[in-house]
């Protein structure tokens, strides 16, 4: 059974910084990517950053390049997302989510196990 578990989330003033964390556990492929997506109220679900296996490529939404970064430790079956300079527009239910496979896409389709997110608010 896949579980996914995030956390990190909080109430940060808008200038700061946030650190998410999402573990997974139960996946037999060895080789998958991960994804961050996030859902503000109202809004559909939309991919903010991902990851493959080792690594050697990660995208990012056009609207946090340059302020947030993903990572994974593998070995720790763990995935970060460090997100700076936060806006009050970053305000969402962040989740993550492994691949069916081992590239990035946006389709939240492609993602058949997800967590029950971690909540970032920024104030201004």
């Known amino acids: 059974q896949v579980q996914v578990v995030e956390s990190g989330g909080g109430l940060v003033q808008a200038g700061g910084s946030l650190r998410l964390s999402c573990t997974v556990s139960g996946v037999t492929r060895e080789y998958y990517a991960m994804a961050w997506f996030r859902q503000a109220p109202g809004k559909e679900r939309e991919g903010v950053s991902c990851i493959t296996s080792q690594g050697g490529n990660t995208q990012y939404a056009d609207s946090v390049k340059g302020r947030f970064t993903i990572s994974r430790d593998n070995a720790k079956n763990t995935v970060y997302l460090q997100m700076n300079s936060l806006r009050t527009e970053d305000t969402a239910m962040y989740h993550c989510?492994?691949?069916?496979?081992?590239?990035?896409?946006?389709?939240?389709?492609?993602?058949?196990?997800w967590g029950q997110g971690t909540q970032v608010t920024v104030s201004s």
């Open positions: 989510a492994p691949h069916r496979q081992n590239y990035c896409s946006w389709s939240p389709s492609d993602y058949p196990y």
